[in-house]
């Protein structure tokens, strides 16, 4: 049997709301589990010196520092997250490492990448942030990143992911995000396949564990 993916039925005012209240602890929570995961997909993207790249759901701004170190003086990081909780945090992060005036952030829901012109960008990352968003959406966001992106432009995925059939950690998450949205908003998805579906070409896949839940480490490109 073909297995699904679980919608996302909270609203982006409920996922604002949560990310804001979430902003404070997110390193205490997520940070240290999550980071080998971020740092695999950075590794994934390679950002040279002098690219222009955009992190979609940047968070508490650890790989937007990061990116802004690999792209140097020359290059230039967009930043979009749609928490103005989040966006204080990394701004902070950023300017306290002297880095700020390389990155622009934005706030907003990244369905809509309307402020940034196609073919203008080398690469765009995300990490644990395509998987919050609706069926629907998923292909819309991916679409965007496509259209933004030059020709030969990178995209890095980090995400949690689905085994088919599903193992019981998976299930697991499944079960807290059906019953509890608000705390366990993302799940699971298939992010090779959906970046497939986009139109994406896929260069390097990596599938790791967390905590016993699958997580894909996919770059792909624009042809
Ligand atoms: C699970 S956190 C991951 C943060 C960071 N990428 C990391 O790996 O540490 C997801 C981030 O995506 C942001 N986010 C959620 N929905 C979004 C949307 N529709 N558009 C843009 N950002 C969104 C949240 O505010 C949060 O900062």
């Given at each position: 049997m073909t297995e699904t993916i679980r919608r996302v039925n909270r609203s982006k005012d409920?996922?604002?709301?949560?990310y804001?209240?979430?902003?404070?602890?997110?390193d205490m929570i997520a940070?240290?589990?999550?980071?080998?995961y971020r740092d695999?997909?950075?590794?994934?993207?390679?950002a040279q010196p002098g690219e222009k790249i955009?992190?979609?759901?940047?968070?508490t701004g650890h790989c937007l520092l990061s990116l802004a170190q690999s792209v140097g003086a020359a290059g230039r990081v967009i930043g979009l997250d749609i928490s103005d909780g989040m966006l204080a945090i990394a701004k902070d992060r950023l300017e306290k490492e002297g880095l700020g005036e390389r990155v622009d952030l934005h706030l907003g829901d990244a369905a809509n990448l309307n402020f940034i012109e196609a073919n203008s960008l080398d690469g765009v990352f995300m990490s644990f942030t395509l998987e919050l968003f609706d069926n629907p959406e998923i292909p819309r966001v991916l679409q965007e990143c496509k259209r933004i992106l030059k020709p030969g432009g990178r995209v890095a995925v980090?995400?949690?992911?689905?085994?088919?059939?599903?193992?019981?950690p998976v299930r697991i998450y499944e079960w807290f995000h059906d019953t509890m949205p608000n705390y366990a908003d993302c799940r699971p998805i298939f992010a090779k396949q959906a970046m497939e579906e986009s139109g994406l070409v896929i260069q390097d896949v990596s599938v790791s564990s967390m905590w016993g839940l699958p997580v894909e480490i996919v770059l792909g490109k624009k042809a």
């Amino acid at each position: 049997m073909t297995e699904t993916i679980r919608r996302v039925n909270r609203s982006k005012d409920d996922a604002r709301a949560s990310y804001n209240r979430l902003s404070r602890w997110y390193d205490m929570i997520a940070g240290s589990t999550e980071k080998k995961y971020r740092d695999m997909g950075l590794e994934k993207l390679s950002a040279q010196p002098g690219e222009k790249i955009l992190e979609v759901g940047f968070g508490t701004g650890h790989c937007l520092l990061s990116l802004a170190q690999s792209v140097g003086a020359a290059g230039r990081v967009i930043g979009l997250d749609i928490s103005d909780g989040m966006l204080a945090i990394a701004k902070d992060r950023l300017e306290k490492e002297g880095l700020g005036e390389r990155v622009d952030l934005h706030l907003g829901d990244a369905a809509n990448l309307n402020f940034i012109e196609a073919n203008s960008l080398d690469g765009v990352f995300m990490s644990f942030t395509l998987e919050l968003f609706d069926n629907p959406e998923i292909p819309r966001v991916l679409q965007e990143c496509k259209r933004i992106l030059k020709p030969g432009g990178r995209v890095a995925v980090v995400s949690m992911t689905k085994t088919n059939p599903p193992g019981l950690p998976v299930r697991i998450y499944e079960w807290f995000h059906d019953t509890m949205p608000n705390y366990a908003d993302c799940r699971p998805i298939f992010a090779k396949q959906a970046m497939e579906e986009s139109g994406l070409v896929i260069q390097d896949v990596s599938v790791s564990s967390m905590w016993g839940l699958p997580v894909e480490i996919v770059l792909g490109k624009k042809a």
